[in-house]
């Protein structure tokens, strides 16, 4: 069985792979976007590529080619270079979201609903900021450090919950651009309700960032199901 069929039966595996039905089915069902110029991919390939998580970071090794995996996690760094580009988003937020892009689904048990996912990924951020400032060659304050945990944690929580938190008010910009990144990824889910709808974002992507979005998915699963590299699968749709 497809992940489609286990969508429309409600009986969703732990852990979710993409397979060619799925694929096909994201691609019969592509939206009708407005032709618009498609963004300068070699900036956003560095910095995919200068972002990229260690593998050894997940908390399930199952999860690491599954759909919350590392090829979401590329994309969502993707995407969130191409929002801060377009919006011209300062440097130190546009490197602080990046590394919350990177770092936001490492710690799941699952690719179900995985309450908490958010809390282990911020909680582990923390613990080891020196490893991950060294890993990525970055120096962060404890401004910034403040920063990026706050935008994994918020990440899973929907604006019903959040809204007028304190530290989400804090954080408001890189929360709202992060979690518009990630739902710019949900193209590759098997159900067109659970792909981005404008209501429930705040950074509203515009027709370009949305097809960008898209065709990553796209491309990158399909790179996916013939080399079986997660990595190369994603990096090589970016050139």
């Known amino acids: 069985m497809s992940l489609v069929d286990f ?5 969703l595996p732990k852990i979710q792979l993409v397979d060619v039905e799925t694929l096909k089915w994201i691609e019969k069902n592509r939206p009708d976007f407005v032709k618009i110029n498609q963004p300068f991919t070699p900036k956003i390939l560095e ?5 990229l998580p260690s593998k050894q970071w997940f908390l399930e090794k199952d999860c690491v080619d599954s759909i919350h995996g590392i090829r979401h996690i590329l994309r969502v760094i993707a995407n969130a270079s191409n929002l801060v580009f377009n919006r011209k988003t300062n440097l130190v937020t546009a490197r602080n979201l990046l590394i919350s892009s990177s770092l936001h689904d490492l710690r799941r048990k699952d690719d179900k609903g995985d309450e908490g996912h ?11 900021s020196n490893k991950i400032c060294r890993y990525f060659e970055v120096t962060l304050s404890i ?8 935008t994994i944690y918020f990440h899973e929580i929907p604006y019903g919950r959040i809204l007028p938190d304190k530290e989400y008010l804090k954080h408001k910009e ?3 651009l992060l979690k518009t ?3 710019l990824d949900r193209y590759r889910l098997p159900k067109l309700r659970w792909w981005i709808n404008d209501d429930f974002v705040i950074v509203i992507p515009d027709e370009g960032e949305k097809s960008f979005a898209y065709n990553l998915v796209v491309n990158s699963e399909k790179n996916y199901l013939s080399i079986n590299d997660s990595v190369k699968s994603v990096l090589s749709s970016l050139l």
């Open 7 to 11: 969508a429309q039966e409600g009986t």
């Open 118 to 128: 958010a809390i282990r990924a911020r909680d582990w951020f923390i613990e080891n």
């Open 174 to 176: 890189i929360i709202d």
């Open 143 to 150: 401004k910034d450090i403040d920063e990026i945990a706050s």
């Open 181 to 183: 990144a990630d739902a």
């Open 47 to 51: 910095q995919a590529k200068k972002y």
